[in-house]
């Protein structure tokens, strides 16, 4: 559920279309489908709390009270309109592959001799990829707020593991086409849950 949940708010690339008007868009905001509600937040928390308590510092940073204001970058967009979910979906193709080709990435990542510098690598490269593809539009600074929450965790890896980003990362070219998992978060937090990549 935590990874539909992250996948519905912040979803770029995962073939989600926008509204297209600027009437749809304020009807999507206004949904409450597409508020978190009182069962998602305690799903999340949940979820947060199951993966033990060395996660306990940098989720509680994650679950700090602005943080529902990243989930909703979109409908707090000061240029919500048809506009930019135009802007959005045409470039969501391009967005969902550098999303699948991410997860494959992190997935494929050999646990057994992996630091989790290469994990805090490919984050930072997601979030460099998918900030070029819309750097070019007038939906820029609002993709930089999802992008942003990535570069975060990023860091909190980097930061619970004692380690630093390698610099040194590359996507791989593996087919996409299995790829089940909607964002890279969970892919994330279980390759932190292998006890060798920490330093005591």
Not at 23 to 28: C, I, P, R, S, V
Not at 42 to 47: R, T, V
Not at 53 to 72: C, E, G, N, Q
Not at 138 to 147: E, I, N
Request: aromatic share 10%; with cysteine.
């Amino acid at each position: 559920m935590y990874d539909r949940l992250i996948s519905r708010f912040l979803n770029l690339g995962n073939g989600r279309g926008y509204p297209t008007t600027d009437e749809g868009a304020k009807e999507y905001c206004a949904n409450q489908t597409n508020h978190l509600s009182e069962d998602e937040g305690k799903a999340a928390y949940k979820y947060y709390d199951s993966l033990g308590p060395r996660f306990a510092h940098m989720f509680s940073t994650l679950k700090r009270p602005d943080a529902y204001d990243t989930l909703r970058w979109y409908c707090n967009s000061k240029n919500l309109g048809g506009e930019l979910g135009k802007l959005l979906n045409e470039k969501a193709s391009e967005a969902k592959q550098v999303r699948d080709t991410a997860i494959v990435t992190l997935e494929s990542l050999d646990t057994s001799r992996t630091t989790m510098a290469d994990v805090v690598c490919v984050i930072g490269l997601y979030a460099t990829k998918v900030e070029a593809i819309f750097d070019s539009t007038q939906a820029r600074d609002d993709v930089r707020k999802v992008t942003t929450f990535y570069r975060e965790v990023a860091n909190l890896t980097a930061t619970e593991s004692k380690t630093t980003d390698s610099g040194k990362c590359e996507f791989i070219a593996a087919p996409t086409d299995k790829v089940t998992l909607s964002t890279m978060t969970k892919s994330t937090f279980k390759q932190m849950t292998f006890d060798h990549i920490y330093v005591d």
